[in-house]
């Protein structure tokens, strides 16, 4: 009896798409956000762990990053039509990190252009297990698929959709990634910051840079945006930069400071623990691998100098 219950449950999930239980939350007038959970990847959370977003425009829907999912994209796409029945025009890719364009496949399907980074187009490749796969499972994964982009940012793009400028732009070389993009609207005086602005949660340094990131959110911060949407996080205001760049900020200071101590890198995850960010999400499972990179990184700048 128990054995044909776990085969009917698991019949029930196969026919029925995770529910995301999607609920768009308006930004201002014309930008909406679904906020994602601020925690790993688990078969609880269905991958949605980042945020996506969409702007509506007289022409159509852009949206920008499109989840970890085909079902999530198409549920997001579901809550935009009871907005406006308009066609999703455009998606923008802010970088390569597979939590953030895996309902591509859906919006290509809807007839879609996808923009995105060139580390896209280098480090995505079809056919290829994603970590999203690897731990969602054949289930949860469902329809997803990975496509190409059809245009590659390599510094900078404008374009105008309906009513509303998108200026998409690299900052950095190298700042969370290899390429990430930010999306400005000038007119709305909005950024969308992808990867590079966290809230309520720790940033991982693992493919990039302590130093670029920085650097990336001096340059934000210049385009005096009223609204910076950033890849984690609800928190949407002028202020969206300060506690990401408050957290590098004091761990490139007391690295360089332990550094010139002579204090090596076994020592180093003894000396900054900076307990004052231990509230923020995943402060155990990335502060200590954050300071190792970190620590790599300015022992490389100083031995260069």
């Known amino acids: 009896m128990i054995d044909k219950l776990w085969l009917f449950c698991g019949v029930v999930i196969s026919l029925n798409a995770f529910d995301y239980h999607l609920k768009p939350e308006k930004v201002t007038d014309t930008i909406y ?3 994602g959970a601020l925690e790993n990847i688990s078969t609880l959370n269905g991958g949605n762990i980042s945020n996506s977003c969409f702007v509506q425009t007289k022409e159509g829907f852009v949206v920008i990053d ?6 999530y994209a198409s549920q997001a796409y579901a809550q935009m039509q009871k907005i406006a029945k308009l066609p999703v025009k455009y998606v923008i890719v802010t970088h390569d990190h597979d939590d953030h364009w895996q309902g591509n496949s859906f919006y290509k399907s809807k007839g879609a252009l996808l923009i995105g980074p060139r580390t896209y187009e280098q480090n995505v490749i079809a056919g290829m297990q994603t970590r999203m796969q690897r731990i969602l499972g054949k289930t949860l994964y469902g329809k ?7 245009t590659i940012v390599d510094d900078n793009l404008s374009m105008t959709v309906g009513n509303e400028i998108f200026d998409i732009k690299q900052l950095e070389p190298v700042a969370h990634t290899k390429g990430d993009l930010i999306v400005y609207l000038p007119r709305k005086k909005a950024l969308f910051a992808g990867d590079l602005v966290f809230n309520g949660r720790l940033t991982s340094l693992r493919d990039g840079s302590i130093l670029g990131s920085l650097e990336a959110l001096k340059k934000i911060d210049a385009y005096h945006a009223k609204v910076i949407v950033g890849g984690h996080g609800r928190k949407t205001d002028a202020n969206a930069t300060v506690a990401l760049k408050a957290y590098l900020s004091q761990m490139k200071k007391e690295i360089l400071e332990a550094q010139d101590n002579d204090i090596g890198m076994e020592e180093i995850n003894k000396k900054v623990t900076m307990p ?6 995943l402060y155990n499972v990335l502060h200590k691998r954050n300071v190792l990179d970190a620590y790599r990184e300015l022992e490389m700048i100083e031995e260069d100098e």
């Open 66 to 71: 499109s989840g970890p999912t085909y079902a």
């Open 144 to 150: 997803t698929k990975i496509v190409k982009l059809d």
């Open 33 to 35: 956000c679904f906020f």
């Open 276 to 281: 004052n960010f231990a509230k923020f999400k």
